[in-house]
């Protein structure tokens, strides 16, 4: 790898949901999640600050674009089709790679293809979707893991499922065999105990064993709207794990800061891969994109 390759991370957008439809979507999980926005998140999350972001990033030039979930908020069908219309804002599906979240599948469908619209952002195509799927970006491997699930009222918690596991076992073995910088994305944190039991990803403690083979050298999360970072020691060194904020807060939330995103521009060298780590974000709605933070993690070989 002689050129630098540059990722921008963003996640938990929250688009506006476009509210109304078939009653037989309003159940009791979705009433709750439409008063919750219109009580408390409508405040905080704005299209426009994303959209602010988004602008800033793509000024930088970087090479791909990763949003890791929750694009939207109640899961109805007129929110999978503005955020379909607002992905294609931010770029094509070969410049863009979308995991979903929670709030991206929320509640039941009643057979609509949900976050199969989405399809071309996820490695799929035709409302078709495996997961997990792999992206090759130049020398990079995008693995994207679902581990949204659908849940009762009061809980946003995420499973990836054995089979899931076992596929991303051997994915990332071979694609370390490649010689590929592999980059997990995954809504919900990957590791035990970084949220509360009815927000945490059930398989977390399987997810971080498999990673503990040294199967992955950076992960990336969103869900808790959060900045930060975590190493997860391997026998080959430590992974990476990173999260970031939500994309969409236009202000600071109680512990959520207001909107950032992650930037990392990867290097490789004779003891693995070295990656510039840059959060950007904002202060305040009306405050300009700034970079709030810059670090170097190395990774070993």
Request: proline share 7%.
């Amino acid at each position: 790898m002689t050129e630098a390759f540059t990722l921008a991370h963003f996640s938990d957008v929250h688009l506006p949901p476009v509210l109304g439809g078939p009653w037989p979507y309003w159940n009791a999980k979705r009433l709750l999640g439409s008063a919750n926005w219109l009580r408390k998140r409508r405040h905080v999350h704005q299209a426009a600050v994303a959209d602010k972001l988004i602008a800033d990033a793509k000024a930088l030039r970087p090479d791909h674009i990763a949003i890791t979930g929750d694009l939207i908020n109640l899961g109805l069908p007129s929110e999978y089709q503005s955020a379909l219309r607002w992905l294609k804002t931010v770029g094509t599906p070969a410049n863009v790679t979308v995991v979903p979240g929670n709030h991206d599948i929320y509640s039941n469908l009643h057979g609509d293809p949900g976050v199969a619209r989405w399809a071309e952002y996820m490695g799929g195509e035709n409302e078709t979707l495996a997961f997990p799927f792999v992206r090759r970006v130049g020398p990079v491997a995008l693995v994207g893991l679902n581990s949204a699930v659908e849940t009762p009222p009061f809980y946003a918690s995420g499973k990836l499922g054995r089979h899931q596991l076992e596929i991303a076992a051997e994915i990332l073995d071979a694609l370390g065999e490649e010689g590929l910088i592999r980059v997990v994305l995954i809504h919900h944190p990957p590791l035990p105990n970084l949220a509360p039991t009815r927000r945490a990803l059930s398989d977390a403690a399987h997810l971080a064993h498999l990673l503990e083979r040294g199967t992955a050298e950076l992960v990336l999360y969103g869900h808790n709207h959060r900045t930060r970072l975590d190493w997860l020691p391997t026998a080959d060194g430590a992974i990476p794990i990173v999260g970031i904020g939500s994309a969409s807060a236009a202000v600071v939330h109680g512990e959520e800061p207001a909107a950032n995103y992650n930037l990392f521009t990867f290097f490789k060298n004779a003891n693995g891969v070295r990656i510039r780590h840059t959060v950007r974000g904002i202060d305040d709605a009306e405050a300009p994109v700034r970079k709030i933070s810059e670090t170097i993690l190395q990774t070993s070989k």
